[in-house]
């Protein structure tokens, strides 16, 4: 498939901005139980959502130069019955309004206690709405993934791995950014995030890596004498049907050489997991913001990489009709 | 139910793209506005066709065969296309089987295109919209036409007849006993969509001739040579036979 700048910058750009949003709502939950300081809901809480909710709402404008007819958009909620992109059209707004409610509940302070926890902690209101947010967080991780892994003829994304890897590299760079942030307003939870972004990196890298094996032994289901309905072992296309390019060379080929998959592939496994987990594992014992920023930005251009990587290597069967210019 | 569909043959088709400018044709003048043609006389043409006519060579030189395979829209009974499409935009008629995309709806996001494993559908790059085969739903139904013209446009251009029209669910109808008798074949099996359209295979007409009949065998002696003629009394063929 051709990856679109458009969709692969609003897939990393909610991913982040979902990863954030549930690495404050970690620290909010585990502050509940006493496990962690509670922090301060303006300076850390509020201020934190707002940029996950800048990073989303970039991701759904970018999403907006995808579509042909923009000024439609918002009949694309129509068949949420049937179609994962409606669902998600459906559930990345909700997030964002979510997201929205917990910030400005955090920024003024609108805490009543609505229950009490066994142990004493007390449920207010911006937990519930911390709550809802979070699981719209998820609900959104499984909306994007599916729009690519309920299609069944692109093996490559047909499978459990793509959502699990949706979450994963997501939490990821959420959580790294989470950890970088909180060096400015929250320095008693660097630390916490700074693990949870180490053990998503390393997962994230254990998931991508098994989809990598996985699509690597693929074998395809469609053969030329399938599409055809030919039985013969040697069939050559000798004409397309065109002279030059239609929308089928166009949408369904990235255009690249081979050699560029395999360098983008090094490419992000390099810079979205193995030096964002290294200086992550520095940033453990040394102080200071510089590698945790560092290790964000290393690792959002690894995982925009890593998308541009994953529409790549996606092979779509149609591609078997359109095999010679001729 | 109905299900119209065209049923091609591979055998008979030679591959003149009749139907690719007829349909071109028709559906670049209907009322649901023109189908963008880009450079049409410049070095990359391009543009949006509903229907497409490729070529396959099977098979090693000396022993080949080239095959044309005209490609539309298969109308699939149960099209990927359309639940994934956000709006509804991608609809499947039920009362004759016919996919079709309201042009008006769709928002040009192109996951239909993704879903189909065909590429059948192209996106306008004018109108940005997607577009795809109707089987001349415009044409079909228009009352003022006579019976025998209500039929796809590329169905009417084919020269050869190698594109049957009609509906699969009747059993009677002429491409149900097409694909019934001459071993018609949906593409792409393995993906469960069903196609309407059907293909008839290549068909070698070889004849074939056995050993025994090289030889005639109701001359055991091998006197083959002509029979002496007549003599000039005994009567000749003209005379003992009625012409």
């Known amino acids: ?326 | 139910m109905t299900q119209l569909a065209l049923v091609i043959d591979l055998n008979v088709c030679v591959g003149c793209h009749a139907c690719v400018t007829s349909c071109k044709q028709w559906n670049t003048s209907g009322a649901a506005g023109p189908l963008a043609d880009l450079n049409p006389y410049d070095a990359d043409p391009t543009g949006a066709f509903f229907n497409r006519v490729q070529t396959f060579e099977v098979g090693e030189f000396p022993d080949t065969q080239t095959v044309h395979f005209p490609k539309s829209c298969l109308h699939c009974e149960d099209p990927p296309c359309v639940p994934v499409c956000p709006t509804g935009a991608s609809y499947k008629r039920p009362e004759d089987g016919i996919v079709l995309v309201d042009y008006d709806k769709c928002i040009g996001c192109k996951y239909c295109s993704w879903a189909c494993p065909y590429g059948v559908r192209e996106v306008d790059p004018v109108r940005k919209v997607m577009t795809k085969c109707t089987l001349c739903v415009d044409r079909i139904y228009d009352a003022s036409k006579p019976d025998s013209e209500r039929k796809p446009a590329c169905v009417m251009a084919c020269p050869t007849n190698a594109r049957l029209f009609g509906d699969i669910h009747d059993p009677d109808s002429v491409v149900s006993q097409a694909i019934r008798d001459n071993a018609g074949y949906a593409l792409m099996p393995e993906w469960g969509t069903h196609p309407s359209n059907h293909y008839l295979p290549r068909r070698r007409t070889a004849m074939r001739v056995h050993p025994d009949e090289l030889e005639r065998a109701d001359n055991p002696l091998k006197a083959d040579g002509l029979l002496p003629r007549p003599a000039k009394a005994e009567p000749t063929l003209d005379d003992v036979t009625s012409w």
Not at chain 1, 26 to 33: E, G, I, N, R
Not at chain 1, 166 to 181: E, M
Not at chain 1, 219 to 226: A, C, E, G, M, N
Not at chain 1, 228 to 238: A, L, T
Request: aromatic share 14%.
């Open chain 1, 1 to 326: 498939m051709r990856p679109e700048p458009s969709v692969i910058l609003l897939t990393t750009l909610i991913g982040v901005g979902q990863g954030l949003f549930l690495a404050i709502f970690t620290a909010h939950s585990l502050a509940l139980f006493d496990l962690v300081p509670a922090q301060d809901g303006r300076a850390f809480d509020a201020v934190g959502s707002a940029i996950a909710l800048v990073l989303t709402g970039a991701g759904l404008i970018a999403s907006f130069f995808h579509l042909g007819r923009p000024e439609r958009a918002w009949r694309a909620i129509a068949q949420w019955r049937t179609s994962w992109l409606s669902r998600e059209v459906l559930v990345l707004p909700a997030f964002m309004f979510a997201v929205f409610v917990y910030a400005l509940v955090q920024w003024n302070g609108w805490r009543p206690v609505l229950a009490a926890l066994p142990g004493g902690g007390a449920i207010d209101l911006a937990t519930i709405v911390g709550l809802a947010a979070a699981l719209l967080a998820f609900a959104l991780f499984v909306c994007t993934a599916m729009i690519y892994a309920c299609l069944p003829f692109l093996r490559e994304w047909h499978s459990p791995l793509t959502l699990i890897n949706f979450v994963l590299l997501g939490c990821a760079s959420g959580f790294t950014l989470a950890a970088a942030f909180s060096t400015a307003a929250a320095p008693d939870l660097t630390r916490l995030f700074t693990g949870y972004a180490l053990a998503f990196t390393l997962l994230g890298l254990a998931g991508r890596g098994a989809a990598l094996i996985r699509n690597r032994r693929l074998k395809p289901k469609s053969t030329l004498q399938t599409a055809i309905g030919i039985k013969h072992p040697r069939i050559v296309q000798k004409s397309m049907g065109f002279q030059s390019g239609s929308f089928n060379t166009q949408e369904f080929f990235h255009g690249r050489p081979a050699g560029t998959l395999r360098w983008v592939r090094w490419a992000f496994l390099l810079a979205g997991f193995a030096i964002p987990a290294l200086l992550l594992f520095a940033a453990l014992f040394g102080s200071g913001a510089a590698p945790l920023a560092l290790a964000f930005g290393v690792q959002f251009a690894g995982l925009v990489a890593e998308r541009w990587f994953f529409f790549a290597e996606a092979n779509h069967p149609q591609n078997l009709y359109y095999q010679a210019v001729a």
